[in-house]
Structure formats: C-alpha cells, structure tokens
T-cell receptor
Framework: DGGITQSPKYLFRKEGQNVTLSCEQN?????MYWYRQDPGQGLRLIYYSQIVNDFQKGDIAEGYSVSREKKESFPLTVTSAQKNPTAFYLC?????????FGSGTRLTVV | QQPVQSPQAVILREGEDAVINCSSS?????VHWYRQKHGEAPVFLMILLKGGEQKGHEKISASFNEKKQQSSLYLTASQLSYSGTYFCGFQDTLAGGTSYGKLTFGQGTILTVHP
C-alpha cells in the first residue's frame, strides 16, 4: 500500500544537537510538506516543496532546514538554532489538493 | 494568518449533533477538513472549492461560503468514532486565482463523544 513513512516515531536529543527527521513517500506525489504540532496551536507549516530541488519557507521556518534531492524523500533537520524544538512533527504529501499525512515523529529535546 | 476555529472543544452524547466553524481574514481558494485521533496522523475528510459548495461524507457534511470566508462542518447523529480533533485548512487565493497548494490550518476543535 502507498503511503508516507516517518521515522523514528519517538526521538530524544540533547539540547544543542542537530537532528534529522525522515519522511519518505511512495505515492508519486510532487508536493511535500512539514508541519509542527503543539497543543492548542494546531498544525503550523515549517517548509514545503512543490518539486524536486525546490522548497519554500513556511510560517515557522526559523531553526529548521530541508532538502529535496529525490521526489520520494523530504528530510527535515531541526538545528540547534530552533529555540523550542520539542513537538510533534508531521510530514505530508499532496495530490490534486488532497493531503496524505505520515504518522508523525515526536521529538523531545532534553 | 491562521484560520480561527470555534468552538475549541465540544462534548456530545452519542446521537447528538455538532457544528464546527472556521473563518478566515483572507480570500480563499478552497477549504479542507481533517480529523485526527490522538497520536495519529490527520485523516482527510473533504475539500470544498470556492463557489458556495456543500459536500457530505456519511453523516458529516460541510459548507463553504466564499463571500464570508467561512466554512462549517456539520456532524449529525454523532458516533463514538467521531471523537478526535477536527482541523480546517484554508488555501489562499493568489492573483489570477491559482493556488500554490499551501494549506494553513486552524488550531483545531476537540470533539468528544460519550456513550
């Protein structure tokens, strides 16, 4: 079955370390997205990519970086510059308006 | 700007109805509705395009008033499985009416259905 795979499901890192969250899709979708979810704030857009080798900042891009070298993959790096990185991160892809989400990665920075 | 959803939380008994509203301060191309169970991925419910569309999905339907920049989600005869957090997502209208596909979500409405 096609879908989006995010790994790992839970991730713990020490403060000051960079960490990369994986997102892979086999849906052949061109557009991919990263959202951050915090309690009471809904989903906030970090970065998005419409095609390979191109990506755009979302509403809360500071402290994050992405790459889109392959259509299937859109990894997100949470850098040490992100002041409050502990959150639930969701990756999504889109085809004809409809978004498909991965099951998320819960990142805890201690 | 983030769409504004209301209410923030709803508690129902099985069989009762609920309405969730979503409004925007910007012109809209389309509205999306998703439901998320705790700790899981949001699941697509429906998309409504500009033009005052209304759609239905089992006992869940929605309307989109482009002029008022508002959308409402209607849940009738609620079931236990309807519990979760409901998100609306708005796509902006750009000059010329073409959407980039960037979706901005509301803060969510927590719906709890009790037996």
């Amino acid at each position: 079955d096609g879908g989006i795979t995010q790994s790992p499901k839970y991730l713990f890192r020490k403060e000051g370390q960079n960490v990369t969250l994986s997102c892979e899709q086999n849906l052949n979708h061109d557009a991919m997205y990263w959202y951050r979810q915090d309690p009471g704030q809904g989903l906030r857009l970090i970065y998005y990519s419409q095609i390979v080798n191109d990506f755009q900042k979302g509403d809360i891009a500071e402290g994050y970086s992405v790459s889109r070298e392959k259509k299937e993959s859109f990894p997100l790096t949470v850098t040490s510059a992100q002041k409050n990185p502990t959150a639930f991160y969701l990756c999504a892809s889109r085809r004809q308006g409809r978004y498909t989400f991965g099951s998320g990665t819960r990142l805890t920075v201690v | 700007q983030q769409p504004v959803q209301s209410p923030q939380a709803v508690i129902l008994r099985e069989g009762e109805d609920a309405v969730i509203n979503c409004s925007s301060s910007k012109a809209l191309y389309s509205v999306h509705w998703y439901r998320q169970k705790h700790g899981e991925a949001p699941v697509f419910l429906m998309i409504l395009l500009k033009g005052g569309e209304q759609k239905g999905h089992e006992k869940i339907s929605a309307s989109f008033n482009e002029k008022k920049q508002q959308s409402s989600l209607y849940l009738t005869a609620s079931q236990l499985s309807y519990s979760g957090t409901y998100f609306c997502g708005f796509q902006d209208t750009l000059a010329g009416g073409t959407s980039y596909g960037k979706l901005t979500f509301g803060q969510g409405t927590i719906l709890t259905v009790h037996p």
